[in-house]
């Protein structure tokens, strides 16, 4: 069974542009959730999608908006970028609606954004 | 506010000896926890979880121990080995409380010394 795919793996761009990151969940799995990590500051929760709805959400502006599709894939945009957007972008994907009861969060690879 | 804390950046342990990684929370309300487990180059991976009914829960070389009274957790691996050598979350959520989100901790990098 093919994991997580995140695409693209590395990505630069400058400030005040926007980037979509793209995630394909295991197959079969409907929840996928996205996470932010940077030196320092861990793993940040994003938003939680489940069936094309999105039932979570974390603490970061409006610039960071993400959708859900039929299929389950996933992407992530944000726009206007600043410096400090520079991160390890992880997306991970659950059989369940609650992220991680009865499965854990199976993660992918992640894209690393660099901002310039 | 960093509500799952590890407050060791980094650790080092001999080959065979034991590994204890410590994690404090601050929201009572979380009553699951997890540890997850990341190579440099790809995602975390799941290792070992407890739910707040219970005070520890054994995988293997891997044991999790929860201190509700203390909000304190901690992974035990024993003996570990040069393969432990990674970046250690903790996670916790609010399951019963409608915010299954998890949220992470710093990071703890663990090294295996040979």
């Known amino acids: 069974k093919a994991g997580v795919t995140q695409t693209p793996r590395y990505l630069i761009k400058t400030r005040g542009q926007q980037v979509t990151l793209s995630c394909s969940p295991i197959?079969?799995?409907?929840?996928v959730s996205w996470y932010q990590q940077t030196p320092g500051q861990g793993l940040q929760f994003l938003f939680e999608?489940?069936?094309?709805?999105?039932?979570n959400k974390g603490n970061f502006p409006g610039r960071f908006s993400g959708r859900q599709f039929s299929n389950s894939r996933s992407e992530m945009n944000v726009s206007t970028l600043e410096l400090g957007d520079s991160a390890l972008y992880l997306c991970?994907?659950?059989?369940?609606?609650?992220?991680?009861?009865?499965?854990?969060?199976?993660f992918g690879n992640g894209t690393r954004l660099t901002v310039t | 506010d960093q509500q799952v804390k590890q407050n060791s950046p980094s650790l080092s342990v001999q080959e065979g000896r034991i590994s204890i990684l410590n994690c404090d929370y601050t929201?009572?309300?979380?009553?699951?926890f997890l540890w997850y487990k990341k190579y440099p180059a790809e995602g975390p991976t799941f290792l070992i979880s407890?739910?707040?009914?219970?005070d520890k829960n054994e995988d293997g070389r891997f044991t999790v121990f929860l201190n509700k009274s203390a909000k304190h957790l901690s992974l035990h691996i024993v003996p570990s080995q040069p393969g432990d050598s990674a970046v250690y979350f903790c996670?916790?959520?609010?399951?019963?409380?409608?915010?299954?989100?998890?949220?992470f901790g710093t990071g703890t990098r663990l090294t295996i010394i040979p």
């Open positions: 991970a994907s659950s059989p369940y609606e609650r992220q991680y009861l009865n499965s854990p969060l199976h």
């Open positions: 197959s079969g799995h409907r929840s």
């Open positions: 999608y489940f069936s094309e709805t999105q039932r």
């Open positions: 929201n009572s309300m979380f009553d699951y």
């Open positions: 407890i739910s707040s009914i219970k």
């Open positions: 996670a916790a959520s609010a399951v019963g409380f409608g915010n299954e989100k998890l949220t």
